[in-house]
Nanobody
Framework: QVQLVESGGGLVQPGGSLRLSCATS????????IGWFRQAPGKEREGVSC????????YYADSVKGRFTISRDNTKNTVFLQMNSLKPEDTADYYC?????????????????WGQGTQVTVSS
């Protein structure tokens, strides 16, 4: 069956880095756009970044642009989110999701499959 499993979260000091991984199985990663979303306590789920299935195009929310980088390794069925210069406001549960439609958006309703999330805490 389709599975997305996030890993790589944890506690990090402000200014630090983490690399999140989204390991996928049960479908061909080549055919799916992958998005990263986050949800902080008491807040709505926010689209952070996505990478297209068709041409590798990427999108970043303004809040993370220049600090986060999304990439995919289709041979390993894994998508990564490199997060640098982390700030306390990046603290949230981070989720990856898969969307079969062409292109790349961060509209949560377009995504068919979701992982369970990994927690990121940025604090001194």
């Amino acid at each position: 069956q389709v599975q997305l499993v996030e890993s790589g979260g944890g506690l990090v000091q402000p200014g630090g880095s983490l690399r999140l991984s989204c390991a996928t199985s049960g479908f061909s990663l080549d055919d799916y756009a992958i998005g990263w979303f986050r949800q902080a306590p008491g807040k709505e789920r926010e689209g952070v970044s996505c990478i297209s299935n068709s041409d590798g195009a990427t999108y970043y929310a303004d809040s993370v642009k220049g600090r986060f980088t999304i990439s995919r390794d289709n041979t390993k069925n894994t998508v990564f989110l490199q997060m640098n210069s982390l700030k306390p406001e990046d603290t949230a549960d981070y989720y990856c999701a898969a969307d079969h439609t062409p292109g790349c958006t961060v509209a949560p309703l377009k995504y068919e499959y979701w992982g369970q999330g990994t927690q990121v805490t940025v604090s001194s």
